[in-house]
């Protein structure tokens, strides 16, 4: 990208929604409206069926992720006849009008092999050909429009954005090259984040089958025996022990101390609860060393709380958010929805940590169904875990952790990106920095 100094060009001053800003005194302030063909058009209010590849794909605001593009799995369809009007055209922008609100998609065909409708809590805003589609696309993901988006959505029982609201949004109008360049310069960050994304996904389904192959011990040995593990049979080497959990480790589960009383909250001790692990697995990130709330010692006496020593494995093991894990490098205390393990000498927390990973579908499976599933602590320490040599352990530990660095850098990498496309955006689409349109 080449820039162009503006500190000697004329702005002035104007407000996008609620935030003003500075832009050239060369650029336009227009609405939705002043570059749609329509006002805002509201989608079908038919029932979703099975996705038909001789159907309509039917996208729903389910479909639409954060960053405005299109998920590709549990996709449905709606019958062609009867819902022609509703089928989408290139260049036909999608916004959120209550649940997801402010939630927004450009339609293109390459994006589907099958032809599109939309669906009734969407609206559909065909775009003329007076701005750069995709420099509208990029300003509908910025912090401006999100801004708009929240001082607009009427607070009832949920948030909702008409199409006459929408029409009105303001929108930073500069000549259509610049607009093309902003463009430009956007998808190839938007390029970036996505070919990271690629990576990342690649690395998880490595992780996954390594991982599958290794904590059972897959080619370590001439000689193997079958054992019951989980819900199924595995092949593990011959001269693997087998044990429960409560052989390999101190298993505990935690409480809380009562939330009234604030005499127990504030101290130094770390309490771990489900909040503190949520998706760090996913994330990539492997180990905790603090929590979001801290107990005193007060609030540790008060319940039956323990502190686990360092180091630990700790998984949610209640409600909805079951198998989150993490191992923990400090002595910690937990609430009730955390269980954690503390090894023993035959056993190390990275192997416990892998295989309890390995088998968290058989861990949510016998957490039962009802509304508020959850692992009994009897039932976790009575699971059966395979005990491989300390030898077979290392390089168990070895070969995964590489694929977690891995995994961390290339997160790392896609949070980068996406930090400098945020700073871009600011930049760009006040014309705070200029392109070079030549």
Known sequence: ???????????????????????????????????????????????????????????????????????????????????????????????????????????????????????????RFQLSDNIDHDYLRHYTNSEYFNKWVNSTARSTTHANINASEYSSVDIPYPPL???????????????????????????????????????????????????????????????????????????????????????????????????????????GEKYISDSRRKITDAGLQSTSVNIVPAPSVMFTSRSYGIGKTAICTVPAATNQGIIAFHPKKNISVEYLYYYLNQIMDHIIAISGVSNFPEVSLTDIRSLRVPVPSKDDQERIESALELVDERLVEEQNTKRRLQELKRGLMQDLLTGKVRVNTD
Do not use: H
């Open 177 to 283: 090259p610049e607009q093309r360049r902003i463009a430009d310069v956007l998808s190839k960050a938007d390029e970036q984040i996505q070919q990271t994304d690629e990576i990342i996904n690649t690395i998880k389904e490595l992780r996954y089958g390594l991982r599958q192959d290794l904590v059972f011990g897959n080619g370590f040995a001439d000689d193997y025996k079958s054992v019951r593990l989980g819900a199924r049979n595995v092949e593990i080497p011959s001269d693997w022990e087998v044990a429960t959990f409560s052989d390999v480790a101190a298993v505990e589960k935690g409480s809380t101390p009562k939330t009234s009383n604030s005499d127990y909250y504030g101290g130094d001790i770390v309490w771990v609860t489900p909040d503190d692990l949520s998706n760090m697995y996913d994330r």
């Open 1 to 123: 990208m080449s820039a162009a100094d503006i500190s000697n060009v004329d702005l002035k001053q104007v407000s996008i929604g609620p935030v003003s800003v500075k832009i050239p005194t060369d650029w336009g302030l227009v609405t939705l409206d002043d570059v749609s063909e329509n006002s805002g058009e509201y989608g079908a209010n038919v029932s979703a069926e099975s996705f038909d590849p001789n159907e309509f794909r039917y996208i729903r605001i389910t479909d639409l992720t954060e960053d405005g593009q299109l998920r590709d799995d549990e996709k449905q369809s709606i019958p062609i006849e009867g819902n022609e009007k509703y089928r989408l055209e290139e260049g036909d922008l999608l916004f959120a009008r209550t649940g997801a609100v402010g939630r927004t998609y450009l339609y293109s065909e390459s994006d589907s092999e099958v032809p599109c409708a939309f669906a009734g809590y969407l609206i």
